[in-house]
């Protein structure tokens, strides 16, 4: 999985990318290698902004939260991301095991 964390008017500090790969292991590990997740991170006065975007073989998905904490905006964002993995994930499953039945109940000629 490539992480790429870009911040808008805020510096990436070592303290946030080590707070994000510690959720994204535990959220996104299924994803593998061919994954690219985009973390753009940015604070507007007393307003902070996450968006996080996941770019993978098949779809491409989008979470984004907003607080008044950045750390709390992260797992919002990332809170999202999972739902939205895990939706997806059920839904190829569910397209796959269609398929393999339509396939079975042909009749050969």
Same mark, same amino acid.
């Given at each position: 999985?490539?992480?790429?964390?870009?911040?808008?008017?805020?510096?990436?500090?070592?303290?946030?990318?080590?707070?994000?790969?510690?959720?994204?292991?535990?959220?996104?590990?299924?994803?593998?290698?061919? *994954?690219?997740?985009?973390?753009? $991170?940015?604070? @507007? &006065?007393?307003?902070?902004?996450?968006?996080?975007?996941? =770019? +993978?073989?098949?779809?491409?998905?989008?979470?984004?939260?907003?607080?008044?904490?950045?750390?709390? *905006?992260?797992?919002?964002?990332? $809170?999202?991301? @999972? &739902?939205?993995?895990?939706?997806?994930?059920?839904?190829? =499953? +569910?397209?796959?095991?269609?398929?393999?039945?339509?396939?079975?109940?042909?009749?050969?000629?």
């Amino acid at each position: 999985m490539k992480l790429t964390v870009t911040g808008r008017k805020l510096e990436i500090t070592e303290a946030i990318e080590q707070h994000l790969q510690k959720k994204m292991g535990k959220t996104i590990k299924d994803l593998g290698e061919s *994954a690219d997740v985009h973390v753009a $991170l940015s604070v @507007e &006065k007393h307003r902070h902004f996450a968006e996080i975007t996941v =770019k +993978t073989k098949g779809f491409t998905l989008h979470s984004e939260d907003e607080t008044d904490d950045l750390y709390t *905006a992260m797992d919002g964002a990332l $809170l999202k991301m @999972e &739902k939205q993995l895990r939706k997806t994930k059920s839904r190829l =499953k +569910t397209i796959k095991i269609k398929k393999s039945v339509a396939r079975k109940t042909q009749l050969p000629t």
